[in-house]
């Protein structure tokens, strides 16, 4: 015995509220991208590396919110007979994406670091000190925009987070600015440099881990598994729960499948439709799940 319902209609506000972020991440890309363009070049005009790699690392997140974008649109495709989804995995795909571009920034940066170490170059400190704290108004100001958003959105959170560590980054460079004004030590060029790749590297590691896990169709970090099969067992007239399986959709859409065993038939549908509401709440909205009795049901792996 068995019944399938899919729930959807989550997805046309979903949808809503992408579009509506769409107008925010032109123009964080826009202002961003005008930002970089300065910072590059005051940087190579005052052989700064602390600029140029701070600049690398916000041309790496106009980038990420350039796929950012791209992959809010493709979400919201249509399925299709090879795509029964759309497109929504390409989110996952995306954060990985970005994961890894932001490791070969910091690789770049750290050996840019040494080179610095070993061929240390005068700086000017105060053009350094100006841009950065244009910098902070820039990263400040899109953090801000993205602020709204970032709870209920992976990718929206994680570009929030990203500009927010911009502005604290761009709050180091100021300082190493100060520094060389006042007191002429250059090489704390390349020390803020490799406290940026740290900073980097912080703040990428979870976002990489977190998108091999779901691109392996792992459940997501917001979901314990332990905790939604005692949720299932605990339903009234549910004898067994077997065959759970959890992966991510996208970065906010959460599939589940399960067979869930019942001790009587004509509670059937009355015990589903409780279920789909737990798995509701505890932010799985895709769920299937397979009704059977005592006697009709298997253990093998071979059922699930």
């Known amino acids: 015995m068995e019944g399938h319902l899919h729930h959807h209609g989550h997805a046309h506000g979903h949808a809503h509220r992408l579009e509506s972020v769409n107008g925010i991440f032109i123009a964080a890309i826009v202002l961003n991208a005008l930002f970089v363009c300065v910072e590059a070049g005051v940087g190579f005009w005052s052989h700064s590396l602390g600029l140029l790699s701070d600049a690398g690392h916000n041309l790496g997140d106009v980038f ?34 970005n994961a ?62 990203h500009m927010l560590s911009d502005t604290l980054v761009s709050v ?10 006042w007191t002429g030590f250059s090489l704390v060029d390349p020390i803020i440099s490799l406290v940026i790749a740290v900073v980097i590297l912080a703040s990428t590691w979870k976002l990489l881990a977190e998108s091999l896990r779901l691109s392996l169709d792992g459940a997501p970090e917001k979901i314990d598994v332990d905790r939604v099969k005692a949720a299932l067992s605990g339903c009234p007239h549910v004898v067994d729960v077997h065959h759970v399986h959890v992966w991510a959709i996208s970065t906010t859409d959460v599939a589940l499948t399960a067979h869930v065993v019942i001790d009587d038939v004509p509670v059937m549908d009355a015990v589903r439709r409780e279920l789909k509401q737990q798995l509701k709440e505890m932010g799985i909205c895709h769920s299937t799940l397979e009704m059977e009795t005592p006697g009709t049901h298997c253990h093998n792996q071979s059922c699930g």
């Open 100 to 161: 890894i571009i932001l490791l070969v920034a910091v690789g770049a940066i750290v050996v840019e670091s040494i080179r610095k170490f070993a061929y240390p170059q005068p700086v000017d400190g105060a053009a350094i000190s100006w841009t950065a704290g244009v910098g902070i108004v820039v990263n400040g100001l899109t953090a801000w925009l993205l602020m709204k958003n970032q709870k209920g959105d992976l990718n929206i959170r994680g570009a929030f987070l």
């Open 64 to 97: 990420s919110l350039v796929l950012s974008l791209v992959a809010f649109r493709l979400a919201k495709a249509h399925s299709n007979k090879r795509f029964t989804y759309g497109y929504k995995k390409s989110t996952v795909l995306i954060s990985l994406l």
């Open 172 to 181: 180091g460079v100021v300082v190493s600015g100060v520094v060389i004004v």
